[in-house]
C-alpha cells in the first residue's frame, strides 16, 4: 500500500493493483463520484471496466490520472490543458515541458493578478476612508460615497 500526502485531508492510499469502485476512488483521491463522471464524460479518464452489475471498475493508472488531474486543478490550471497534457502522455510523448510552461504562465498571471489586487486594495482603502467623511444618511445618494462608488470614481492621491 502506497500513501501519498499532497492536498490537506485528502487520503491517497490506494493498493496497485486492486480494482476500486468509483466510491473507493472518491475516497481516495477527495473528488466526488460526479465530479468523476464529469471528468469521464469530458475525456480526461477513460471510461472504466464495468462489472457485470454496471459499476464502474478503476485500476491504480486511473487513480494516478486522477492524482494529476486533482494536482493541476490545485494549481488553477484549466481542464483544456489538463486534457492536452494527459492526451501526449496517452500518444507516449512526456508533458513535462509543457507543464513547466504552464507552471511559469500560471506565475505570471498571479504576478500581474497581485499587482492589481493591490491597487483595487488601495482604491478601496481610499474610498472607505473618504466614505468615513461623507454624510450616511443621504437617502438620494448624490452627497455620499455611493454617489463616488456610483460613478466608479478613481481616487488621485497624486
Known sequence: MYTFQ????????????????????????????????YYEHIE?????????????NYSDTDVQRLKLVVGARHLDIPLAEIKE????????????????????SKTS???????????LQGELRQLYDLG???????????NCICHLVSEKVTINTA
Open 44 to 56: 480526461l479518464l477513460p471510461p472504466p471496466v464495468r462489472k457485470q452489475n454496471g459499476y464502474r
Open 85 to 104: 497534457i494527459l492526451d501526449m502522455r496517452d500518444r507516449g510523448q512526456a508533458p513535462c515541458l509543457m507543464l513547466i510552461d504552464l507552471l511559469s
Open 132 to 142: 468615513l467623511t461623507y454624510p450616511t444618511d443621504d437617502v438620494e445618494g448624490k
Open 109 to 119: 498571471e498571479i504576478e500581474t493578478r497581485i499587482q492589481e489586487l493591490r491597487l
Open 6 to 37: 499532497y492536498l490537506e485531508g485528502i487520503d491517497y492510499s490506494f493498493r496497485i493493483g486492486v480494482q476500486m469502485e468509483i466510491r473507493e476512488i472518491s475516497r481516495i483521491t477527495g473528488v466526488s463520484t460526479k465530479t468523476i463522471r
